[in-house]
């Protein structure tokens, strides 16, 4: 009698943490999707736009070594669609770049035509027929005005220059070399030219899931020698440790005037490397408290409140049951970093890639969006299932693919929707459903920002893996000002990144920016810096020139891009590195 | 004045000697790199278990019982249990701790406190619980050799052997002939038991005295049976296969045992009582 009392009131207490347990934690939808109030409309405008790009990924069916993993092919050629943003013909409009890997297919440019469409002229410009092309990257090697293109792939990157309105391969990265997604550029060592930051990621497996020793290298500099020849730089940057990276970002951590990189590390911990005062670069790990997950995929950085330091925002793997830590939003706080992406709403959006940052609506605060989705498949096999048959083998058996279970048909975190994080003050609110966001719930990889018609609403395109490209044009009747500035260095790079821009607002209010298009998964956004006002107005833009001025710019126009010139603003003072 | 009467463990409790293995493990895995939880978290996790070990012991059989129990548990959730928030921790206390005292056949607990709190917070906060935290052991065959010698001196001191090499000999003899059936590489499952944490599985939580069978040839029919019911169970790809037929298998035990009566000569951990505050 005393056990079926008991088992009575155990049982009663179990159902009601139950009932408990389901309604606070089991529902998967992003919290609170209805209490943004702004209407916030991003539609999906690929066709009416004149964009048809589908990417397409079998490069490893044509590599013969892979004939003895067959199985896992659908993992092999899971990362590689990304996508670019560059004003190409310099007409003061953006223009986009999709690279396409397979050896049959064609990588697109889309030239913008000022009206909401795009032309595709990637063969006019020579870009169409590109050795297994990854990830390109657009940027002035030789400030000439003129963009040249860093192009990784599945072999060594290349450096292409437009020689007569056609681009051609110019320089070759030199052996070894492999895959690689994850590059920044930045001039790290202030000499005006921009450099390279470059990390593998690996056709090999890991050995690990959370300390894989195995990866294909470490991150390297590459500086530039001028006339876009590059030289691995080991004085600056030496790390002999095996990492899958698959990004790199770059953000002035510390509020010291430098140049530090984050990289987004797949099955071990990030890592950072803090610039020392004579540019070289010491990684410390020791100031990031013990990361509970280990699935870095994008690194993107932005003060997302008024805050001393900017905050890095990183992508991870979050599947109910397996993978419960979701991404994480690390800012500095004097002595280490400390993550709140938990207390912002932030961390939960499925298997995250690309992310970005950017004020969609125009209200002075910067909202996030991020791309969603690793495998999708129609068949209703999910590979998470499957997985808990060797997850637990040892580290020896990981990194043979012999011994993971098939990927035919089955989706793995697949058919996810991307997520749109509206900035409230305190914390974000996901609204990617309220508004459709996405509803074909794609594989998304790279994620750019774009003002497509200059008007100050910014889109963005998602880069989906073998899928079709989608195109999201900000329509949102916000009714807030704005400014946009395209930054042109003259003693600094041309492309100005690595400049920081603070906006002081009519009320007094001060707004921080830093220029680093390269940031985020496999992207490179909008090249102009936008900057939502709210309904205020713009009193001054004070710009920090990567090569040490410190200028104001005063009598600015809101609600349009101005053109900033360094050494041309009022200058403050002139900084040291 | 009368005093309060705590009954403490003798050192010949073989619980000791899984503790000693157990602060061996914890030194190794919270300096793992990728094992992603801190001392202070094990430190909460443990106050919580001591606590309801503890107080719910009192309340319920009214003896206030030094609560090893509570300390053996916490490292088994601790190690194997990712959570989101430290949070997390309570539920699964109670969790564990609560079936040791609420579920009871024949005044025996009747399940294996760490199994029941592993498998049953994971089922309620999925989003927030994962059991996969065994994977941050690093893989590390050498750790693996370690532990499976502390174990087997552990099953030899607890006379649960033949749990464990049942277990063992069944999982392989099944094992290998299914994975032609299920296109599985036939390696796969053997590596998978030689992970540390299947070891520690293996030695640790199967062989929870007052839950298994007490003669030889019951341990060796319960030792089989979780082995082919974690076949079954991986087989459908269903999560956490060992700890769901591990469940079952208590279950069936305590039940069949109200007939077989293989628990009459209940195994009683050895304790001496010390008085505190009396005069």
Known sequence: MKFQKSLLYFFCAFVGFLLFAKGQYFPLAPQGDSLFKQKIVLNERSEKANIHFTHKNDFFLSERFIEASKKILPFYNSISASVSVVDINNDGWQDFFVPSPSPNSKSHLYINQKDGTFVEKAVEYGLAQLSSPVRAGFFDCDNDGTQEILLTSYKCPSLYQNRGGKYQRIFKFPEPCTFAMGFNILDYDKDGLLDIAIAPFSRTLPNSWHSASNGPGGLMLYKNMGHCKFEADTNHLREPAKHYTHAIGVADLRNLNRQDLWAATDFNRDRIFFQNEDGGYSQAQEVLKKPKAHNGMSVSAAYVTNQKYPSIYISQVYEPGYSIFGNQLWTFDGQQFVDSAKERKINNCGWSWGSKFSDINNDGLVDLVVANGFISTTTGINYWDKIGRFIFASKRYLNNPWNWMSFEGASWSGHQRDCIFMNQGADFVNIAEQIHFDEDLRDGRGLATIDTLNNGKVGFIVANQRQKLSYYQNETESGNNWIGLKLIGTTSNRDAIGASVEAELSNGERKKYSHYPFNGYSAQSDSRIHIGLGKNNLKSIRVKWPHGLNELYTHLKMNQYNTLIESKGKLIETLSY | ?279
């Open chain 2, 1 to 279: 004045m009368k005093g309060i009467s705590i009954t403490i463990p003798k050192l010949s409790d073989p619980r000791f000697i899984f503790l000693m293995f157990t602060f061996c493990f914890l030194g190794y895995i919270l300096f793992l790199p990728g094992y992603g939880r801190s001392a202070s978290e094990y430190l909460f996790l443990m106050s919580l278990c001591l606590f309801f070990d503890f107080f719910l012991r009192g309340i319920m059989d009214g003896k206030w019982v030094f609560p090893l129990s509570g300390l053996v548990s916490a490292f088994g959730l601790f190690m194997i249990c990712d959570v989101s928030s430290p949070i997390y921790y309570i539920p699964m206390a109670i969790l564990a701790m609560g079936s040791k005292f609420f579920i009871k056949i024949k005044s025996r607990h009747i399940f294996n406190p760490t199994t029941f709190g592993v498998v049953f917070t994971s089922l309620a906060f999925p989003s927030a619980v994962s059991p996969t935290g065994l994977l941050r052991w690093d893989g590390n065959l050498f750790m693996s050799l370690f532990i499976f010698i502390c174990g087997l001196l552990m099953v030899i001191k607890v006379n649960r052997w033949a749990v464990s090499a049942s277990y063992y000999l069944t999982a392989v003899a099944v094992a290998t002939p299914l994975s032609f059936f299920i296109h599985e590489n036939p390696y796969t499952y053997l590596h998978s038991l030689m992970w540390e944490g299947i070891v520690v599985y293996t030695f640790f939580n199967l062989t929870d005295p007052k839950t298994s069978p007490h003669k030889l040839k019951y341990q060796l029919l319960y030792g089989a049976s979780i082995a082919v019911l974690t076949q079954f169970f991986r087989t459908f790809d269903m999560r956490l296969p060992e700890h769901k037929a591990l469940l079952i298998a208590c279950f069936l035990y305590a039940a069949i045992d109200i007939y077989i009566r293989d628990k009459e000569k209940i195994e009683v951990w050895k304790v001496r009582e010390v008085s505190i505050g009396g005069r």
